[in-house]
């Protein structure tokens, strides 16, 4: 457990087990912290720790993280939290596991630092399908929060904050075209609800190295057996 200072943003996070790094990257939306793994069909953190080292974190602004809210943030501002907390780690590579708006930030550094990513397990992503205004409101539910937390944030800038992560396309992270250009190995968890459509899930499974997997939830036993297995085949890259 420990906590990451970098400028006026503190991440905290939790590391478990050792071997070939997995960075999660938590359910939640805009609560995005390592507690909702523990409500997740299966729970990564005590199914990958036995084999790899898991590094689990709560996003900016969530749990005990804490950063100012600016008009300008979006989705980079996210992944320069993320390779900031890589490199304080000093992990050069790792594999990457988003659950829910965690597959918007794995593409997201996909696209920033492929290099830095071995293989992707992406669960139930979020995505546009017919429902950007539940996004809407689920974001301004979290905004509420913080305008009591953060007093001087007035609504013009999270409403700014809103539309740079949510009037975007597909992933909101990253287009359709880019996420079928990803050359990476990704494993994909569908999901099948509001936040978290079907149709997503298989745009997503049409990258070259990607796998589906539809009924995830039913065992999670097998699930995490098949993650396991996934991210051991590639662990060697």
């Known amino acids: 457990m420990g906590h990451f200072q970098a400028g006026d943003v503190t991440l905290h996070y939790e590391i478990y087990g050792e071997g070939t790094p997995v960075l999660l990257f938590a359910p939640g939306g805009m609560r995005s912290a390592i507690s909702f793994w ?21 996003q900016r602004n969530a749990g005990t993280s804490l ?22 780690l000093q992990v050069e590579r790792c594999h990457i596991l988003g ?8 593409f997201n ?7 830095r990513v071995i293989a992707a397990v992406i669960q139930q992503s979020i995505g546009l399908d017919n429902n950007r205004q539940a996004f809407y409101d689920m974001f301004d539910g979290w905004a509420s929060e913080q305008q009591l ?20 396309d597909f992933v909101f992270s990253a287009t359709e075209a880019e996420v079928l250009s990803c050359q990476h190995p990704l494993l994909v968890l569908m999901g099948q609800d509001l936040y978290h ?24 036993g097998a699930t995490a057996g098949q993650v396991i297995g996934f991210l051991k085949s590639h662990s060697h890259i």
């Open 99 to 106: 659950g829910c708006i965690g597959g918007a930030f794995a």
């Open 109 to 115: 550094l996909l696209k920033r630092a492929p290099k």
């Open 149 to 168: 937390n953060q007093p001087p944030l007035t609504k013009a800038t999270l409403r700014q904050f809103r539309s740079n992560l949510y009037d975007q």
């Open 197 to 220: 459509p079907e149709s997503i899930s298989r745009g997503i499974s049409a990258a070259p190295q990607a796998v589906l997997i539809e009924d995830w939830k039913d065992d999670p």
């Open 38 to 58: 523990d409500s997740s069909p299966w729970n990564p953190i005590t199914a990958l720790a036995s084999d790899f080292q898991v590094i689990a974190m709560d």
């Open 67 to 88: 950063a100012p809210i600016e008009a300008d943030h979006n989705w980079d501002t996210y992944t320069d939290d993320h390779l900031a907390l890589l490199d304080h």
